[in-house]
């Protein structure tokens, strides 16, 4: 019998997900996401300090296929993984993971649907994603790079441990703003 937390291999996609914590599931995207992974990518407020911009149904089909079946947390390239409701199953975020070349680091970025903001989702969301990348890769440390403005993402970091090391002024969107990078190594 396996633990709900289990790694379990699967021989077409290299790797399944499905992860339970104290308030949701972390769990592969798939194309029945569709409406909700669209309702929360094209909320402007959501979308503010994203590095995605927001894409017609089609492609966002495409992409969810993509990422409902690539092999996950491979070296080059960002895997997208699904925050979901624990009762219903319906997404309400995602999560962004990009593993170095080397396989020694990892770049993370999250997304939650404004409704689902302020419940402590994120925290308990992007911690045991941090925990699940630890447990079945070899990276030893964790980036994440936020808008100095985004006040809930620099607070959210913060409280998972990650540290501050620089910031840098870059255009983003047509703006000039300060871009806070922070670092979690693994202990």
Excluded at 9 to 30: A, I, N, Q
Excluded at 37 to 48: A, E, I
Excluded at 141 to 167: E, M, P, Q, V
Aim: glycine share 6%; charged share 25%; net charge negative.
């Amino acid at each position: 019998m396996t633990n709900k937390n289990d790694f379990i291999p699967d021989t077409r996609s290299g790797s399944m997900l499905s992860r339970e914590f104290s308030v949701g599931r972390l769990r592969r995207l798939k194309k029945s996401d569709l409406e909700q992974f669209q309702l929360y990518r094209n909320d402007p407020v959501v979308g503010r300090f994203q590095g995605w911009e927001p894409m017609p149904s089609d492609k966002a089909l495409d992409f969810l296929n993509e990422m409902e079946s690539c092999p996950l947390f491979q070296n080059g390239t960002w895997t997208q993984i699904g925050i979901s409701n624990l009762e219903t199953d319906s997404l309400i975020g995602d999560i962004g993971i990009y593993i170095s070349d080397d396989s020694l680091s990892a770049e993370i970025g999250f997304t939650l649907s404004s409704e689902n903001q302020g419940k402590g989702i994120a925290y308990a969301a992007v911690q045991e994603a941090i925990k699940f990348l630890l447990e079945t890769t070899s990276i030893e440390k964790i980036t994440a790079i936020t808008d100095s403005r985004n006040i809930k993402s620099t607070s959210l970091l913060n409280r998972l441990g990650f540290k501050f090391k620089f910031s840098k002024e870059v255009e983003f969107r047509g703006e000039f703003c300060l871009e806070y990078n922070f670092e979690l190594l693994k202990i």
